[in-house]
């Protein structure tokens, strides 16, 4: 165990009054600074009600009685299921409990550099699984807004997303989240994380903004750590979006556009697409993101094949459907190298989408 | 090596097999080995060193490079790699499947795989295709032991180590007839409901198994009484459809395993 025992920190987070989570932690080392950062902009006072997910991080003593095994990997009984993960050198179990009930109680015990992973695979899952579960889809795809409006850039990693979204953000363009963004009954929530980059790019030049001296001298030692190591050492950079956009920050729109990024031979932007193919091109892209979920839910409900969660993609898919009926639904085509007059072809392609939507 | 399979009507050929000390053991479908007749197969399978053609391609997480029909793909995995070609996903009539299939530098050389040189491509590449190609015929691959008695199939069904191979064995020393220790076919006869059809992937691994062991945990010893077995065997090998006959029956009782 890392750090020294102390007094739980306790973290409640509220997305939108949506979903309410609280995190729990019983050390204190540096790699919790990741876990803290994740969902600083959803950071409220605690309410005293009693969370739809609560995590507790740090050690525990898994209790398997009953469970069934599967694959040596899954510890299933019913409302409950506890599993390892490894990736790389990072190693977790996570025990979740009260699948079948409103409220998720979660263990997470993870070793040193599993601490920066986790937030972004296991949390993530958490909070994909409940939104779901409340008929809320989170998509993996940036948001933006213009008129009043939401555009969602759902894509592949690599694709281009982040580049989309902060040129967007920084032509004065509302912002909502630069990974993911939550699709409600009502239109598009937020969902802001800081910003996760590699240096392939030049961040302050990207961001369009200068950065403090400490976090300057950060970024060059990554670099040069990653070019030292010929790559093999790549470490992200983490930066807050709030420090960037804080102000164009936009927490709710109406859903008025879907452009679907896909990366091809040439840019180009195609004819408006009927919302069945658009939907599942988004859903595919969101599984392809949800791996974990996808397995522990597989592995839960092989176990519990009576449980409503054995219908999730299937009701998600439905809803999604549903959703994008009557916006204007698009795929774009963008080159492996993103160069300025890409962005070009797709900001004209949206204000014109979104503005004239707009008109009366 | 080549080799044409004819599983339940669906016509199989591969090309550029290892030349493997086992090759039943090698290529997963051998039990459905035909004689090479000429007419024309379903889904053909090369081994060996290809160019693919990406002009026009969607490009999805610089791993997968897609147009309508075709698919290309560059993978790793265990420090094994590989990469693969297919043609012809939106079915044509009359049009095989072609599947075109490069190995990694290290892939037929490394330990665990000396038995298996080509399992990368059975696994990772032949075996999904091929679950897509039975489905459109109706054929649907189900992971499941299967047994008959009395013109009736019994699938076992369960997740990886649960003894599926050892309750099948155990069945068969009882007087059951093994129609697969790992997969069957699920498919539909026009007049009576569901019909089980074998599907044996390993039978001289699962012949071993019903002579020598009575569970399926491989302790270093069964390790080295395979390898003398293998060894005595060598020359004779598994007949194609010699150990297993094809069953048609129906209609199923099915029961879930542990």
């Not at chain 1, 903004?209 to 970024?219: C, D, L, N």
């Amino acid at each position: 165990m890392h750090g020294t025992a102390v007094t739980p920190i306790i973290h409640n987070y509220d997305f939108h009054g949506l979903l309410s989570l609280r995190i729990r932690r019983r050390h204190v080392s540096w790699a919790d600074s990741f876990l803290d950062s994740t969902f600083a902009h959803y950071r409220v006072e605690p309410s005293g009600r009693e969370p739809d997910i609560d995590v507790e991080v740090g050690p525990f003593r898994p209790d398997l009685r009953g469970a069934l095994r599967l694959d040596g990997r899954w510890y299933v009984s019913p409302g409950r299921i506890l599993y390892k993960t490894r990736y790389k050198v990072a190693r977790w179990t996570t025990e979740i409990g009260g699948l079948d009930g409103p409220h998720l109680k979660v263990r997470i015990d993870a070793n040193g550099p599993a601490r920066m992973v986790f937030p972004g695979e296991t949390i993530y899952s958490l909070i994909r699984l409940r939104l779901a579960e409340k008929g809320l889809l989170l998509l993996h795809g940036p948001a933006v807004t213009h008129a009043g409006r939401a555009l969602v850039l759902p894509a592949r990693g690599g694709t281009g997303k982040t580049i989309t979204a902060v040129n967007f953000a920084r032509r004065g363009w509302g912002f909502m989240g630069d990974d993911s963004s939550i699709l409600a009954p009502g239109g598009v929530r937020s969902f802001v994380v800081p910003f996760n980059l590699r240096f392939t790019y030049d961040v302050a030049r990207l961001l369009g903004v200068r950065f403090s001296p400490a976090k300057r001298r950060e970024i060059f030692l990554k670099k040069c750590l990653s070019i030292a190591t010929l790559g093999t050492i790549n470490l992200f950079s983490r930066i807050d979006a709030r420090e960037v956009f804080g102000p164009n920050i936009v927490d709710e729109a109406p859903l008025g556009a879907v452009y679907v990024l896909i990366q091809g031979p040439r840019a180009a932007i195609s004819e408006p697409q009927p919302a069945a193919a658009i939907a599942r091109s988004v859903l595919i892209n969101t599984l392809f993101e949800a791996d974990e979920l996808r397995a522990m839910l597989l592995a839960y409900c092989y176990g519990n094949p009576e449980s409503p969660l054995a219908r999730l993609w299937d009701d998600f898919a439905v809803r999604l459907a549903e959703r994008l009926f009557g916006c204007m639904l698009r795929r774009v085509t963008v080159p492996a190298r993103y160069t300025p007059d890409v962005f070009e072809m797709v900001w004209r392609q949206a204000e014109e989408d979104l503005g004239r939507g707009a008109r009366p | 090596m080549n080799a044409l399979y004819d599983i339940h009507g669906l016509r199989v050929r591969m090309t550029g097999l290892a030349d493997a000390s086992f090759p039943d053991i090698n290529a997963k479908l051998h039990w459905f080995t035909v004689p090479e007749d000429g007419r024309p197969v379903d889904l053909e399978m090369a081994i060996g060193r290809f160019e693919p053609d990406l002009g026009s391609c969607m490009v999805l997480d610089r791993r997968y490079w897609a147009r309508p029909g075709y698919l290309y793909l560059e993978e790793a995995d265990k420090g094994l790699s590989w990469r693969a070609e297919i043609q012809g996903l939106d079915r044509v009539p009359g049009e095989p499947m072609r599947i075109c299939f490069a190995h990694g530098p290290w892939n037929r050389r490394r330990q665990p795989w000396l038995l298996f040189p080509d399992l990368v491509a059975h696994l990772y590449v032949l075996w999904p295709v091929l679950e897509c190609e039975l489905a459109a015929r109706g054929m649907y691959l189900v992971h499941a032991g299967g047994v008959e008695r009395d013109g009736r199939a019994t699938l076992i069904a369960g997740r990886g180590g649960v003894n599926k191979t050892a309750i099948v064995a155990d069945l068969v020393h009882r007087g059951w007839q093994a129609m697969g220790d790992d997969f069957v076919l699920l498919a539909r006869d026009g007049q009576a409901g569901a019909q089980v059809l074998a599907f044996p992937t390993s039978p001289r691994w699962f012949e071993f198994q019903l002579r020598h062991m009575e569970d399926e945990e491989l302790m270093f010893v069964d390790k080295l009484r395979l390898l003398r077995v293998l060894y005595r065997h060598r020359k004779v090998g598994v007949e194609p459809r010699a150990t297993l006959t094809i069953l048609s029956v129906n209609p199923i009782w099915y029961q879930e395993g542990a």
